[in-house]
């Protein structure tokens, strides 16, 4: 499995089109194809994952009970906010109209690599939703992983 990183700031064309950069598209295990999945993901953003750990995040939510009212909500949820994209020759791949509303997201988005995944965010979104205080960032750090 790649290891996903880094901030990428990438344009979206007109049809609802973004390009992978070259070091988030070379972290896709070749075993994947491209085939990939995008979901509603949290805090307003969009989650990409590669084949490989999209399979553990579904074999969690369709082993919950069926029988339950809540496990059955999580899993209509779920599903309903999923969508299979693929790349086209280029490396891109269409954002539905509806996951771009989600998101917020018009012409221009950040790709967040955070490890086994990408998170896709409106740039004004994503200022709201990092510490961007490095002296903060150590003491939460320290706090959640000492």
Same mark, same amino acid.
């Given at each position: ?52 750990? @999209?399979?553990? /995040?579904? $074999? ?6 069926? &029988?339950?009212? =809540? ?7 779920? @599903?309903?906010? /999923?969508? $299979? ?6 490396? &891109?791949?269409? =954002? ?23 998170? =896709? ?26």
């Amino acid at each position: 499995m790649g290891m996903f990183n880094s901030r990428y700031e990438c344009k979206v064309d007109a049809k609802g089109r973004l390009a992978l950069p070259a070091k988030i598209k070379a972290a896709i295990p070749e075993s994947n194809g491209s085939e990939l999945y995008l979901r509603f993901g949290d805090d307003g953003c969009l989650a990409l994952y590669p084949e490989q750990e @999209f399979k553990k /995040l579904f $074999n969690q939510i369709n082993g919950l009970s069926d &029988r339950d009212p =809540i496990h059955r909500r999580i899993k209509r949820s779920f @599903f309903d906010s /999923l969508v $299979n994209v693929e790349l086209d020759n280029a490396g &891109r791949f269409l =954002i539905p109209k509806n996951f771009m509303a989600f998101a917020g997201i018009d012409k221009e988005a950040y790709l967040i690599g955070v490890g086994s995944y990408v998170e =896709i965010w409106s740039p004004e979104k994503y200022e709201k939703n990092i510490v961007s205080d490095q002296t903060e960032l150590s003491e939460l750090m320290d706090k959640y992983l000492s």
